[in-house]
T-cell receptor
Framework: GENVEQHPSTLSVQEGDSAVIKCTYS??????FPWYKQELGKRPQLIID?????GEKKDQRIAVTLNKTAKHFSLHITETQPEDSAVYFC???????????FGKGTLLTVNP | EAQVTQNPRYLITVTGKKLTVTCSQN?????MSWYRQDPGLGLRQIYY???????DKGDVPEGYKVSRKEKRNFPLILESPSPNQTSLYFC??????????????FGSGTRLTVV
């Protein structure tokens, strides 16, 4: 099955700095790559996603890049704010059952 | 309001006592799934359903059952719960992919403790 590796597991930045979280996957047939944000005690919520025919997508301070050849994709958050503090999960979808396989998550802490 | 509703939010039970966690969505989504979340392990899929009466195992199905008799409901059944099933459970639903990807809408979660 699909194997998704996510790094780093924890990330601490100063407010205003950028944060980058990286994921790699194993199945070259995978075609959809969403990112979820989970605040403490809350449900995961989709923040941005990218499909395999697109290399980069941006939404205000958040961007995702995809390198299909290398089978990795990254989440970039610029001008971080304390409310960006949360656990971020990457996920990969593909194959016949459309299952989303999640990475283990990154705890991002933005220090004021 | 479009949502996925899970009940209960919190549940403490004893080993071996059958329980059901309910999940209902009002978005007419065909695809529904159950995940469990454990520290350091992320979200792992238990079961999924691509339509009514169509269910299949995810990565960690042992000790769980599901049913999909109606499109909106996808209950998770633990016939004989054990302490290693203590976890945070999420139900999620999505539009039928039809070859494209769609984000999942997650329920609020059910924190289950088995003693």
């Amino acid at each position: 099955g699909e194997n998704v590796e996510q790094h780093p597991s924890t990330l601490s930045v100063q407010e205003g700095d950028s944060a980058v979280i990286k994921c790699t996957y194993s199945d070259s047939a995978s075609n959809y790559f969403p990112w979820y944000k989970q605040e403490l005690g809350k449900r995961p919520q989709l923040i941005i996603d990218i499909r395999s025919n697109v290399g980069e997508k941006k939404d205000q301070r958040i961007a995702v890049t995809l390198n299909k050849t290398a089978k990795h994709f990254s989440l970039h958050i610029t001008e971080t704010q304390p409310e960006d503090s949360a656990v971020y999960f990457c996920a990969v979808q593909g194959g016949s059952n459309y299952k989303l396989t999640f990475g283990k998550g990154t705890l991002l802490t933005v220090n004021p | 309001e479009a949502q996925v509703t899970q009940n209960p939010r919190y549940l403490i039970t004893v080993t071996g006592k059958k329980l059901t966690v309910t999940c209902s969505q009002n978005m007419n989504h065909e695809y529904m799934s159950w995940y469990r979340q454990d520290p350091g392990l992320g979200l792992r899929q238990i079961y999924y359903s691509m339509n009514v009466e169509v269910t299949d195992k995810g990565d960690v199905p042992e000790g769980y059952k599901v049913s999909r008799k109606e499109k909106r409901n996808f209950p998770l059944i633990l016939e004989s719960p054990s302490p290693n099933q203590t976890s945070l459970y999420f139900c999620a639903s999505s539009l039928y992919p039809t070859g494209l990807g769609y984000g999942y809408t997650f329920g609020s979660g059910t924190r289950l403790t088995v003693v």
